[in-house]
């Protein structure tokens, strides 16, 4: 076993110093930043994970989206079949010894779901779920306003299914180099159905987004720690601020059945309200 000692024992180049001293860090770490707890944010783009990691700074070691480029170049190269899982749980494993957040909170945790659980089993979770028509509407109007990374402009393609063909209802999607309805709500449908499946009920908190303010008392309590200690001020970060009004351009009739088609079951369990007005 490599220890600070035995690597200076082997030789005294700048190399053999720069790797005792990462390797010193490594093992004082848990020592000098010790976790109060360990959570995770793992809600949809565009469901309140920014919200979440804004309200626990600057008090609590958090994130949003931490290494997201090297993190979604692993994802899809696992998906590929061109890196192994394991490869994927060993960086993950990796990052959380390096970082030592508190929190972290991001879309991409759904693609490392397995992995969490498994891997750290006093980690909690915290699901973000917005309502699917808001959701949809607040992610087009974030895609049509801001442009992204190749990396990023690559996950999308893959968990929208760029293949997918329009319908003629949904033409005007395509005209804005949007996916498909059956992209876009499927993956939300997927995303929400596979948190709930995997992690165990016990370790998991689900927030409305549109309840995020009123629900940081639940959340403090969740994770066993001071209300106080939370910005109660972030509680609605990074609002959109360009409104395209694309899905008021698709016949209503249309976007319900494909609602229906993906979401319906989700909906009434999580937005029974909501669904009752579209009636």
Same mark, same amino acid.
């Given at each position: 076993?490599?220890?600070?000692? *035995?690597?200076?024992?082997?030789?005294?180049?700048?190399?053999?110093?720069?790797?005792?001293?990462?390797?010193?860090?490594?093992q004082l770490r848990p020592i000098l930043k010790p976790r109060r707890f360990q959570a995770y944010c793992l809600g949809t783009a565009k469901s309140g994970t920014h919200s979440i990691a804004e309200i626990f700074n600057p008090n609590y070691r958090a994130l949003h989206e931490p290494e997201s480029e090297e993190l979604i170049a692993k994802v899809l190269a696992a998906?590929? *079949?061109?890196?192994?899982?394991?490869?994927?749980?060993?960086?993950?494993?990796?990052?959380?010894?390096?970082?030592?957040?508190?929190? !972290?909170?991001?879309?991409?945790?759904?693609?490392?779901?397995?992995?969490?659980?498994?891997?750290?089993?006093?980690?909690?979770?915290?699901?973000? %779920?917005?309502?699917?028509? *808001?959701?949809?509407?607040?992610? %087009?109007?974030?895609?049509?306003?801001?442009?992204?990374?190749?990396?990023?402009?690559?996950?999308?393609?893959?968990?929208?299914?760029?293949?997918?063909?329009?319908?003629?209802?949904?033409?005007?999607?395509?005209?804005?180099?949007?996916?498909?309805?059956?992209?876009?709500?499927?993956?939300?449908?997927?995303?929400?159905?596979?948190?709930?499946?995997?992690?165990?009920?016990?370790?998991?908190?689900?927030?409305?987004?549109?309840?995020?303010?009123?629900?940081?008392?639940?959340?403090?309590?969740?994770?066993? %720690? *001071?209300?106080?200690?939370?910005?109660?001020?972030?509680?609605?970060?990074?609002?959109?601020?360009?409104?395209?009004?694309?899905?008021?351009?698709?016949?209503?009739?249309?976007? !319900?059945?494909?609602?229906?088609?993906?979401?319906?079951?989700?909906? !009434?369990?999580?937005?029974?309200?909501?669904?009752?007005?579209?009636?």
């Open positions: 076993m490599n220890t600070p000692i *035995s690597i200076l024992s082997r030789g005294s180049s700048s190399s053999h110093f720069k790797l005792a001293r990462e390797l010193l860090k490594r998906q590929n *079949s061109q890196q192994s899982k394991s490869a994927l749980l060993e960086y993950v494993k990796r990052r959380d010894r390096n970082m030592r957040l508190e929190l !972290d909170s991001s879309q991409l945790n759904y693609f490392l779901l397995d992995s969490l659980v498994s891997e750290f089993p006093n980690a909690k979770f915290i699901l973000t %779920i917005r309502d699917c028509y *808001s959701w949809l509407d607040s992610f %087009i109007n974030h895609q049509l306003s801001r442009t992204c990374s190749p990396n990023w402009q690559r996950l999308r393609d893959f968990r929208f299914d760029s293949n997918s063909e329009y319908k003629e209802e949904e033409r005007i999607l395509a005209q804005h180099g949007l996916y498909t309805l059956d992209g876009y709500l499927s993956y939300w449908a997927e995303h929400n159905r596979e948190v709930l499946t995997t992690v165990p009920k016990e370790k998991l908190l689900v927030v409305r987004t549109h309840e995020i303010p009123q629900e940081i008392e639940k959340i403090a309590d969740f994770l066993s %720690i *001071s209300l106080d200690k939370l910005n109660l001020s972030k509680a609605h970060s990074f609002k959109a601020k360009n409104h395209f009004n694309i899905l008021s351009e698709i016949d209503k009739q249309f976007i !319900d059945n494909q609602v229906n088609l993906h979401c319906k079951s989700l909906m !009434d369990e999580f937005f029974p309200e909501f669904m009752q007005c579209r009636e």
